[in-house]
C-alpha cells in the first residue's frame, strides 16, 4: 500500500490534478493538508472521494494524548500551558506527525496526498533527515529512522510532480525532481504538465484582438515542452487523466 | 513612510504585481520578500541573495530577503553564543522553515523601524501558506511574551519554575535524545535573552498590519474564489484594501462560436464579471484594478519589464 505525493508550485492545480489521478486509479482515500479538495471536487460536479483532512491542531492532540499515556510523564506535564508552549514551537515536529499518519493509513490503502508546494513539500521530506542529524535518540529519532528506510522501498511511496507550461512552474518542478533523485532517489517521479492550450482550427475565425492568446501562447508553450521530459499532459479544462 | 502588503494565491502573478507596484510608486521603495521561494530575484535576472539592487523600467529597486547570518551576527554581538548554539541555529535555519519564517519577520520589523525608505512593500508568502506566517507572528508574540521564556531567563531563580524546566528537558530527551535536549535548551536559552527583540517585533507587526498608514493589495485571477476573497478583506481592519485582478480578460471583445477556445474564454469573462459584481456587493469602496491578460511564462527580466509597459505600471 502506498503514499502517492502530488506536489508542483503554488497554483499549478495539484487539487484538481490529484482528483483525476485518483479518479483514474481508483485510489480509495485521499488526504487534505488544508487544499480543500472536497470543494475543488464540488465545484466540478465530480463525485466525491473518500477525504480524509489532516488539521495541524487534531494531529498535536494526538501526539500529546500519546505522550500523556506514557507512564509518569501524564503526571509531570502539570504545567500542561507550558508543554503546549513548547510544543508549538517544535518546527519539525509538525511534518513529522503529518508524515507519521500517512505511514499509519497507508498500512490499509493506497494513499494520495494533495501535498504542499515545492519548498513545504520539499520540508515535509526533510524533516525525517533533519530529525536524523539532530536528534541523537528518543522515539522521534526512532520514527524518522523508520521512515528513511520506508521511502527506500519504491514500493511504498510514489511522487506525481505537476507543472504549468510556464517557465517558473518548470523550474520548479526540475527543483523537486533533483531534490527527490538526490535525496529519495528510489522513489518514482512521475511528471504532469497541466493546463496546456491547443491552438483554434483553422476553420475558425479568431478576432484580432485574441489572436495572440489563441496562436501564440499554445506555440510557446509547446516549444517550452520540448525542453522538458513529461509523462502526462492535461489540457485546459480536461476532465479525465 | 507607507507599507503596503501584496497578498494573494500562488499563481496569480503576485511577485510581477509586486515588482510593477514598486516601479509605479514614488519615492524610494523597498521591496522585501517573505516568499521562501525568493521568486523575486530570479525574475529580475538574479541569483537569491539577502540584498541587491535591479534597475527596472529606469527605476532602482532595492530588494530584500531575509539574511538568517546577519542576524545571527548580529545577536551574537549582544550576547555571544556557544558552538552548539550556533551548529543549531544553522541546522534550523536550513532545515526549518517556521524557523525562517520567524527570522524573516524579525527583519522586516527592523526595516520599518530603521526607515531609510519612502515606502516598504511585503511581497508575502503565497495566500494558502500566509495562514503559517499568521501563526509565525502569534507564536513569536506569545512565545516571548509568556511563561516558557519568563522561566527560562537567567536570574530567575525559582524553585518551581526550575524543576518545571527539568521537567521539559527530561521529556524532551525520551523524544530527541539526550544530547539533542540539552543542545535545544541552550539554544532556547540563547534566543530568550534576545526576547525583548523578537516580542517587540512582532508586536510592531501586528499593529503595522491593521494600521490605516498601511495598504494591502490582493492579487487575484479572474479564477479566484470568491469567498477566499472577501475572507482576507474581511480580516484586515485597515480601510486602505484594493484588489488586482491579473489575467484580465475584461477588456477582450466577445467571442463567438463554440470552440474550445471560445468556450473557455467566455467562462473566464463571465467568472471576472461575477468575481467584480461579489466585490461590488461586498464593499463598494474597494478598489478594483484589472490588469489585461497577455501571453507570457517564460518569465524573463525582459518579459517582466514589457508587462510593467504594458500593463500600465509606468508613470501613473
Redesign the interface.
Known amino acids: 500500500m502506498s503514499i502517492i505525493f502530488v506536489t508542483g ?4 492545480g495539484k487539487t484538481r490534478t490529484s482528483l483525476l489521478w485518483a479518479q483514474r486509479y481508483d485510489t480509495p482515500l485521499l488526504v487534505d493538508l ?2 480543500n479538495l472536497v470543494h475543488e471536487a464540488e465545484k466540478n460536479g465530480w463525485t466525491i472521494p473518500q477525504v480524509i483532512e489532516l488539521k495541524r491542531s487534531r494531529l498535536y492532540e494526538t501526539f500529546i494524548k500519546d ?1 500523556l499515556s ?1 507512564p509518569l ?1 501524564g503526571a ?2 502539570s ?1 500542561r ?3 503546549h ?2 510544543l ?2 517544535a ?2 515536529l509538525y511534518e513529522l506527525l503529518i508524515l507519521k499518519e500517512l505511514h499509519r493509513l497507508a498500512q490499509k490503502q493506497d494513499v494520495l496526498v494533495d501535498a ?5 513539500m520539499i ?1 515535509l521530506m ?2 525525517i ?3 536524523q ?9 526512532q520514527f524518522a529512522d523508520m521512515m528513511s528506510a520506508y521511502f527506500e522501498n519504491p514500493k511504498n511511496a510514489h511522487v506525481v510532480l505537476v507543472s ?6 518548470l ?2 518542478m526540475q527543483e523537486l525532481d533533483n531534490y527527490f533523485k538526490m535525496h529519495w532517489p528510489r522513489l518514482k517521479c512521475t511528471k504532469i504538465i497541466n493546463r496546456l ?5 483553422d476553420t ?4 484580432t ?2 489572436r ?3 496562436f ?2 499554445p506555440r ?2 509547446a516549444q ?1 515542452l520540448t525542453q522538458v521530459a513529461h509523462d502526462y499532459t492535461i489540457e ?2 480536461a476532465t479525465a487523466l | 513612510m507607507n507599507v503596503q502588503f501584496i497578498w494573494g494565491l500562488g499563481g496569480v502573478g503576485k511577485t510581477h504585481i509586486v515588482l510593477s507596484e514598486a516601479c509605479r510608486i514614488e519615492g524610494r521603495p523597498l521591496v522585501i520578500t517573505l516568499d521562501p521561494s525568493q521568486r523575486l530575484f530570479p525574475l529580475c535576472g538574479l541569483e537569491p541573495q539577502g540584498s541587491a539592487v535591479v534597475r527596472l523600467n529606469e527605476r532602482d529597486l532595492h530588494l530584500k530577503t531575509t539574511s538568517t547570518d546577519h542576524l545571527f551576527n548580529e545577536l551574537a554581538q549582544k550576547s555571544p553564543a556557544q558552538p552548539k548554539v550556533r551548529i543549531l541555529y544553522d541546522q534550523m535555519v536550513k532545515n526549518l522553515q517556521e524557523f525562517r519564517d520567524y527570522l524573516s519577520l524579525v527583519e522586516l520589523a527592523d526595516e520599518m523601524a530603521r526607515a531609510n525608505f519612502d515606502c516598504i512593500l511585503v511581497d508575502t508568502p503565497p495566500l494558502q501558506e500566509s495562514k503559517r506566517l499568521d501563526r509565525s507572528l502569534e507564536h513569536l508574540q506569545t512565545f516571548f511574551g509568556t511563561s516558557l521564556v519568563q522561566f527560562a531567563m537567567k536570574g530567575s531563580s525559582m524553585g518551581f519554575v526550575k524543576s518545571a524546566i527539568q521537567r521539559l528537558i527530561k521529556m524532551s530527551r525520551l523524544f530527541v535524545g539526550e544530547q539533542a535536549a540539552s543542545a535545544i535548551f541552550e539554544f532556547i536559552e540563547w534566543l530568550t535573552q534576545h526576547a525583548d527583540r523578537f516580542h517587540n517585533a512582532a508586536t510592531t507587526l501586528k499593529s503595522m498590519m491593521h494600521s490605516a498608514q498601511t495598504s494591502h493589495i490582493l492579487v487575484t485571477s479572474p479564477e479566484g474564489d470568491i469567498p477566499v476573497v472577501v475572507d482576507f478583506f474581511d480580516a484586515l481592519k485597515t480601510s486602505q484594501k484594493r484588489i488586482v485582478i491579473n489575467r484580465s480578460v475584461k477588456h477582450f471583445p466577445q467571442l463567438e462560436g463554440e470552440s474550445i477556445f471560445a468556450r473557455e474564454m467566455k467562462r473566464l469573462q463571465s467568472l471576472e464579471s461575477e468575481l467584480v459584481e461579489s466585490l461590488h456587493a461586498y464593499d463598494s469602496r474597494i478598489s478594483i484594478e484589472q490588469v489585461p491578460l497577455c501571453v507570457m511564462g517564460d518569465d524573463t527580466k525582459d518579459e517582466l519589464e514589457s508587462f510593467i509597459r504594458l500593463a500600465g505600471f509606468t508613470n501613473k
Open positions: 508550485k503554488g497554483g499549478v488544508s487544499t505522550t506514557i510523564l509531570w506535564i504545567s500551558h507550558l508543554f508552549n513548547f508549538e514551537l518546527p519539525n504542499p508546494s515545492t519548498g513545504h520540508a526533510e524533516s533527515r533533519a530529525a542529524s539532530l536528534f541523537d535518540g528518543g522515539r522521534l529519532r504549468l507550461p510556464e517557465h517558473s512552474a523550474s520548479e492550450h491547443k491552438p483554434p482550427s475558425e475565425t479568431i478576432p484582438e485574441w495572440e492568446l489563441a501564440e501562447r510557446r508553450e517550452r485546459e479544462g
